[in-house]
């Protein structure tokens, strides 16, 4: 009983390790991960579609439920690039933007995506995550941070862009190009140049004024904040608001209260799919930061329960106004780099986002949007890796075909369409493989027993014995071609008196292609062809001996394929009182 | 370029054997056929809802279509029971019962459904039919049998029974058993009485009376021809539909003419998913038919061109005023056991089609609807096969799911949903299987160099060396599995210094996978393990020769895996200085 009990929280694992020193850690990495994640808070709620302080809401009680439920000491949960991003496509269709509906549907998304994930963490299927792939997740990540990045560019230019997909983006901003506000693009612009330089400018100029290399490079990190400060300054100082550059303005002060949306019913269904997108693509997120950081600490990281983790993180924000959350890269990073110890650190980031939301937001109303986009742009492109598209065509047609097309369908049809087509092109490409398996004769290789492709290696075969390997599993979907496929080859092998079919790859016979099987035995019966079977796997063999195949087929089954050789050679040359005519090298 | 055109005109193939002989057998099955085939096409219009004359429409160009396109020798194309249910229900939605744009409807979806097919075979796309395993199949074709039989008995009983699933067609029945109309009960029961006989009990009579075996079952299947002459007959003596019998009536006489739908639009789309069911189900029906028959006569078929065939036979059907079509088992064995000879008979069938409508319509006026249903039902009842449940459950847990499923999806919720449902349950099994797959740990059988399951067999191991086999391609979808399954494997193996993965059954390995592996390298390399792989296929190893995979592999890639363990042993014992210590029996 204590076992599940520890199973589900996590906590009491960790709990009774507590102790003063990891206290003063996650203490130290709670102040700087709050002061990281202000701007990013608001940034994403900008990405979002939504009030700015969704994006506080979001980033207090979904860390203190991870930090309950999680199992990785460094994975900063909260609003993330993308899985924003998917939230205002998702909510988009459904509401109004700037309506109470949109704020509703965005937070009933978090109860559904978090529901979901729940219910995913009891049944433990952490696996189906897996159906997602490598090349899909990253041409999806890919896409994404390219719309998010032209999505925020209209902040920057002071233009208004709209659209969830490459296109309309772009046909928005180019068709407002006259409407330019300058004093906007001077501060989004200098904000943007300022950010990209201090990804690799910052951190040397800070270790030659001495400071360690760990201090250098995590402050080198704050330069959102900086820029989120000294933008502020400039629009109070020269009154840009009135000037016409957007600011954050005013942000209401206080903690969430606890509710649940008003109006259900029309919404409810038309977010099932979205909820179940934003739940996988959010665990993947998560699950894959998780396990690099816990690589790094030779710590390992528990999937089923991560689903149960971000699902409690995902109802949290819900209940509390807030929208979708999951573990982002770029805030765990920081995190994990300022020295987090346990989940606590983040139950003390929740705390510190918190006395911000109590007491210093009148200090962000200054905060022009144009730095936050700035902040978004920078942080995404760093997402984007156009590199998949050669790596994955180097290795392979299918794996390129994956990421070229979720690339291509989540810039021109938006993230939902490019994610479901990514999943579905890589299952179907997988499946059409499967349905065409590689099957090759195979000889010996002289003296060693060992057979292998009579086209790629030099071996002895015998003109009456077709040796032939089979590369798949046999099952629905390559029943009939492996059986057209054999008889195609027989027909190059005329004097086939024996086919031994070579089973090592065979992983699982279905009822389908065991009547391909039969339908095979019968045909070379009719032909005078026997028909044997050679190093059939034990789990086949189980199902094979409870049909009556065994029974009907001409030939045996051979524990060895050089053993079924031997055997039916054996077998020939006593017929034929001549034993070595058929040889042939 | 007379080899592409030979490809998609077999006629010029076959016409060029024609002969006196193959003339007269063609001629004198096409009037047996004529004879079988009128009831049949009426009654298949009846339970697609359209007017009778369809039926026979139905059964002209498409024969004439395929003879010029079609492979097989002894198939007969026209309305048959399944695709006759599927038009109904595709149908129905979108167009009243009775009115014109229900016939424009399935007409339309007989274009859609040919235009599907041509499409399909020019690119050559038959191997799509392989993704309906056969346990989906026998379950969709039993749950489709029992759907036809329950919709027919209410013209049997004599009452409207409606609805396109079990539940609403039982329920519609029982509703009404007060209006039990009791002399359509008496002929349409006496019908079906006396086909139920005559399909044991009248070819043994034959054969007493001195027929030959041959002609004794031909005959006995003249039993719904029969039926049909002598319950027209009662009802034109005993004026049955003036006492309330549902008779065929007035058939508008003369051939079809050539039109399209007037009104497309609006039906269009909704259409177009039940076209590709009804052109898939129906490619692998005729198919399947058509394999059969050609194996009996050591003929074969070629799927690619059969899918021109019905495909122009669909088209054919559709601009005559026709409905969906495709082979039919029971017609074409009439056609076979008639002994046609070439699909020449089919088209001299339309001919015989085409004088009856001409014709013979008048004397079709008094038979009773009854007699056709029962007709459908014995006919139907055929194609019910119960067995498959057990035979399935016998084999294995997901072939029997696969059929369970697409019956019980099939009769509760209709015929595209199950059939959809069925596909797409077989393929999610398969996926969750190779999703995680079996994997062994093996041992050398003594003194054979082969190596085996150390759970199933008595083999040689060292405690220093893991040789592990992983049944399954390595993919996206058990990519993580593989690797945190040898991480367990790991655990329970603790003097483990060398890894050799047994690469038999691995047919591919894709990008994801490739990031495992490297992963799996890495951190082995940490604990100091060295990995190898033994067995890899060569167009596997052809893709790894392309990445850095090889260079960054702690150990060696091994031709055979007793030469791997042979050589790490000689390895690890000159490092040693001690041959025998890890040996362990």
Same mark, same amino acid.
Not at 366 to 369: E, F, I, R, S, V
């Given at each position: 009983m204590q076992g599940r009990w520890k199973r589900y929280l996590p906590i009491l694992e960790w709990g009774r390790r507590y102790n003063r020193d990891t206290l003063v850690s996650d203490l130290l990495a709670a102040v700087i991960v709050t002061i990281m994640l202000i701007p990013q808070s608001l940034a994403y709620a900008l990405l979002a579609g939504l009030p700015m302080e969704t994006g506080l809401y979001a980033s207090m009680l979904p860390l203190v439920a991870y930090a309950l439920f999680g199992t990785s000491t460094s994975l900063s949960v909260g609003p993330v690039a993308v899985v924003s991003l998917m939230t205002a496509s998702a909510v988009a269709p459904v509401a109004e933007a700037g309506s109470v509906a949109y704020i509703e549907a965005a937070v009933l998304l978090a109860l559904l995506s978090g529901g979901m994930l729940l219910l995913f963490g009891v049944l433990r299927m952490g696996f189906l995550a897996s159906f997602l792939s490598h090349p899909v997740i990253a041409g999806f990540i890919t896409a994404s941070g390219i719309i998010i990045a032209v999505s925020q560019l209209g902040h920057v230019l002071g233009v208004r862009g709209s659209g969830d997909n490459l296109w309309h983006l772009l046909g928005s901003l180019l068709s407002q190009w006259r409407a330019l506000h300058w004093p906007t693009l001077l501060i989004g612009g200098g904000a943007l140049a300022f950010l990209f330089w201090s990804r690799s400018g910052l951190q040397p100029l800070l270790q030659r004024t001495g400071l360690s290399q760990r201090a250098a490079s995590t402050l080198a990190r704050t330069g959102p904040v900086l820029a989120v400060i000294v933008t502020s300054l400039l629009a109070w100082w020269l009154d840009l608001g009135a000037r016409g550059v957007a600011l954050v303005g005013e942000i209401p002060a206080g903690l969430p209260g606890f509710t649940l949306p008003?109006?259900?019913? *029309?919404l409810w269904s038309e977010l099932l799919l979205s909820a179940l997108l934003i739940s996988i693509i959010g665990f993947v997120e998560s699950v894959s930061v998780g396990h690099t950081l816990a690589a790094r600490r030779r710590e390992r990281i528990a999937p089923d329960q991560e689903l149960i983790g971000l699902g409690a993180a995902n109802v949290a924000s819900g209940v509390s106004g807030g929208f979708p959350v999951t573990g982002g890269f770029s805030r765990s990073i920081v995190n994990f780099d300022a020295g987090a110890?346990?989940?606590a650190a983040g139950a003390f980031t929740a705390l510190g986002i918190a006395l911000v939301a109590l007491f210093f937001t009148p200090w962000l109303a200054?905060? *022009?949007?144009a730095t936050l986009a700035a902040t978004i742009i920078v942080a995404v492109l760093s997402l984007v890796d156009l590199g998949i598209l050669k790596r994955s065509w180097d290795y392979g047609l299918s794996d390129f075909a994956a990421v070229a097309i979720t690339i291509g369908v989540t810039l021109l049809l938006g993230v939902e369409t490019g994610v479901a087509c990514g999943v579905l092109v890589s299952l179907a490409l997988h499946l059409y493989k499967t349905s065409r398996p590689h099957m090759a004769v195979v000889g010996e290789v002289p003296g060693t027993g060992h057979f292998r492709n009579v086209e790629r290696h030099q071996v002895i075969t015998r003109s009456d014995i077709l040796s032939l390997r089979i590369d798949e599993s046999l099952y629905f979907a390559n029943a009939s071609f492996v059986e057209s496929r054999l008889y195609g080859i027989l027909e190059k092998y005329p004097e086939t008196r024996h086919v031994i079919l070579m089973c090592t790859a065979v992983n699982e016979i279905d009822l389908s292609a065991l009547e391909a099987l039969e339908s095979i035995n019968r045909q070379l019966a009719e032909r005078e062809i026997t028909l044997h079977l050679s190093e059939v796997k034990g789990p086949v063999m189980d199902v094979l001996a409870h049909t009556h195949f065994l029974e009907e087929l001409t030939g045996k089954v051979f524990l060895s394929h050089h053993h079924a050789v031997q055997q039916v050679m054996e077998m020939e040359d006593e017929k034929r009182g001549d034993p070595v005519r058929n040889w042939v090298i």
């Open positions: 008003s109006s259900i019913p *029309p110890a346990t989940p200054w905060l *022009p949007k």
